[in-house]
């Protein structure tokens, strides 16, 4: 029998369990693929005497980090803990002693994943992080590999499970933000306190890591424009059903020449959208190139198997390689200067609700503004409110610049016949 | 600047035509992932002559194979021809020369794969196929890269197009199979002799491929079960709108322990599942893994510059294998033996549509022939029938073996008040 690889892991939550158990269960696929042992040999954890769902050997537990990292005979370092800034310097003392790594920490690598690429490619080591982005789905792989040839020109994803789960709720059962979340919260499906999920932020580190790798830039967080789902109400997903949508928070990633953008928002998807039937929790991913037009990868974005299977595949490419001494060889840096777009460059649909005082007139001023910047309407709804003397106006507009459409809203607000704007979204993924 | 990979093309139909133009149009982002340029050196055509909708070089066409395949400065062979026994032993002199193959061939890899995959690893070539499975999706790299570390137990794959337009149009339209075949010909949606891929044939080719990577055994085009679609009516389609359900032609490959079943049939899908919302030419690979759960990977099937993408990614592989001197060395080769269930081992259940005549006990009689092999009912629709003193009546069945079914329905046929059995499918994709 061949000496066997050894793995340190930090870190034994969810998705550590799943890793430890999918290494255990699966051992005799991964040492026919790679044709030697796999074993971890130390793990990282913050109390060792934490009762656990899985089976581990007491004596590979260790609460010193340096016992894993600094480890001579540990050749890949798993990084399932999570944390930011320590674990960004346990990975980097990790890599400059030839140690290959897999982490699944999204919020590490869109914020540092730049500099720890860089540093991996220095020392030739192996950085994989698959399992940091859509759980299950091997998207970065397929958009490293798969589409190697192609140019790829938007990314559209659905990338955070919380809020797709309370979204699908909310339109099926015409519930409310409010009460749905309070559900989903008792199911599991969202965290005690949800701000990073449903404000978009876990959505928007996910976009930076698809968007570099899509568009071969090096994306950081902070270019991703973002806005949660906490402001979307059941009167609003009525009206989109109204209208033949469907609405998602989707992070979306474009690219017109060299100039990108990237953002996550609550969007409008015709019905008829591959992204309009992913439901419940699960993520996909829509890719759209060049040359091979629409594609669309679909599966569960979280979960402690699920998520583990994309960390264990990253292990077995880095085995491969060791076998063959090309770690670190197959990565592939930046190939362009980044440069986002500005907002007079972004366009796109618009999904618009308004309370207006029903008086004669009322709508000509509002279609002036609209015309006045040269946006028209694609669609247009007037109902009479409930309420005195009001009526509510849904209009969809045809292609517009950012710029000009909150300066639209912008003056909206301040027509003295507007009682208020009551909400506005994006709306994509119709053919133009 | 480095010296160039050259390839030889072999064949310049409606994908070699799209290979040239990757190659060409995406020639900067194959440099910066491969750090050197590719060419295309030879191309083997029928007829020099011919115009194209490809700007080529003359100098560059011919029409002696021996000119690409033997010409020792070519280093990869991109086979686009189709045909299956001569262009097998043009692909196995490429190989014995040392050259690597990438081809778009599913007949050839469907028959012949196990023995080129065989004569390329003892060669230490690389032998690439991603292009003969669902077009421009990398569903091959993703079964072997992607879900690496998990294990497969069953492929669902919508994987014809010309099928899924045809039933996409009739579900659509409430119109006939034949009158959907004329107007997908009119439309070059169907070939003017679509009998390979209304008849199953084409995607049986691509489940043997899909089953023999994804469970790791030597799968023959043998061992498929195949049924087309030309039996299936408006009729059928619109009882499974009634009972929630979308008509697929669907590619099944399912593996229990180490027994496995493939088959391509016509099959009920709920509306709700993944593939249901798959439409019109689109293909899509729905995979079940062990720990993953569902995931389904989504494109274009066909089409001259989504296969071509395919195509060229394969090529980009190739390139960078080379670069680092690796070729052939990442190949797998099947883990286990081949292991087919037999009919008594296969499960499913079952849409069952008979006329009988309208006799008082008739009903009774149909059902003690499912009761006595321990066959239960889902669904039962009765309806009276124009026909005089007929009614028809459409059973949806628990799960049943494939073997007590096929009993169940002979002797159905041979009840005397049975006046015939009118349609019969699978139902798949349903928690069990």
Redo the contacts between chains.
């Keep these: 029998m061949e000496k066997p690889i050894l793995v340190g892991l930090l870190g034994l939550g969810t998705v550590g369990s ?1 890793v430890v158990k ?1 290494i255990e269960n ?1 051992q005799e ?2 040492m ?2 790679v044709g030697c042992p796999v074993k971890v040999k130390k793990i990282l954890v913050r109390d060792v005497q934490k009762p656990r769902d899985v089976a581990v050997d007491p004596s590979l537990l260790t609460t010193s980090a340096a016992e894993v990292i600094d480890d001579p005979d540990i050749d890949v370092i798993i990084e399932v803990m999570g944390g930011i800034e320590e674990t960004k310097e346990l990975l980097l003392r990790a890599l400059r002693q030839g140690k290959h790594v897999v982490t699944a920490n999204k919020d590490l690598m869109a914020v540092y994943g730049s500099e720890l690429l860089r540093v991996a490619a220095e020392y030739r080591c192996d950085l994989f992080y ?1 399992a940091s982005v859509a759980g ?3 998207i970065l ?2 958009l490293v ?7 790829i020109t938007k990314l559209m994803g659905i990338v955070n499970g919380t809020t797709n789960y309370i979204l699908t709720k909310m339109s099926q059962n015409g519930a409310s933000y409010e009460d749905v979340l309070a559900e989903a919260q008792a199911l599991g499906f969202a965290e005690a306190d949800p701000t990073s999920d449903v404000e978009g932020l876990d959505a928007a580190r996910k976009m930076a890591i698809l968007a570099r790798l899509g568009f ?1 830039m090096d994306i950081d967080l902070d270019d991703v424009q973002v806005k949660g789902i906490t402001q979307v109400t059941e009167e609003d997903l009525n009206y989109g059903k109204r209208l033949g949508y469907t609405m998602k928070l989707i992070g979306i990633a474009q690219r017109d020449g060299q100039k990108v953008e990237v953002s996550v928002q609550p969007t409008f998807l015709p019905d ?1 959208h ?1 992204l309009a ?1 992913v ?1 419940n929790e ?1 993520n996909a991913v829509y890719v759209y ?1 060049e ?10 974005g979280a ?1 402690s ?2 998520t ?6 990253d ?3 880095v085995m ?1 390689n060791m076998r ?1 001494g ?1 770690n670190g ?2 990565a ?1 840096a930046p ?1 362009y200067e980044k440069q986002l777009k500005t907002p007079a460059e972004i366009f796109s649909k618009y999904f618009l609700r308004i309370h207006v005082k029903d008086q004669v007139g009322a709508f000509a001023k509002i279609t002036t503004l609209f015309s006045e910047r040269g946006v028209s309407f694609e669609k247009i709804l007037q109902l009479p409110l409930k309420e005195d003397g009001l009526a509510e106006i849904v209009i969809v507009t045809h292609d517009a610049s950012q710029q000009d459409y909150e300066d639209i809203l912008q003056q909206l607000g301040d027509l003295e016949i507007v009682e208020r704007v009551q909400s506005s979204y994006r709306v994509e993924g119709e053919k133009r």
Tied chains: 1, 2.
Aim: no cysteine; aromatic share 8%; charged share 15%.
């Design positions: 799943g999918i699966h696929k991964l026919h693929q698959e299950g789905i091997p792989r397929s590999d798969g589409l190697a040839s192609d140019r071969s008829s591959p039937s439901h699960y190139g040359a091979v037009g629409e594609t669309m990868f679909y599966g569960p979960g198997l699920p583990a299977t994309a960390v264990v595949s292990l077995v490419a491969k063959l090309v060889r197959y592939v190939q």
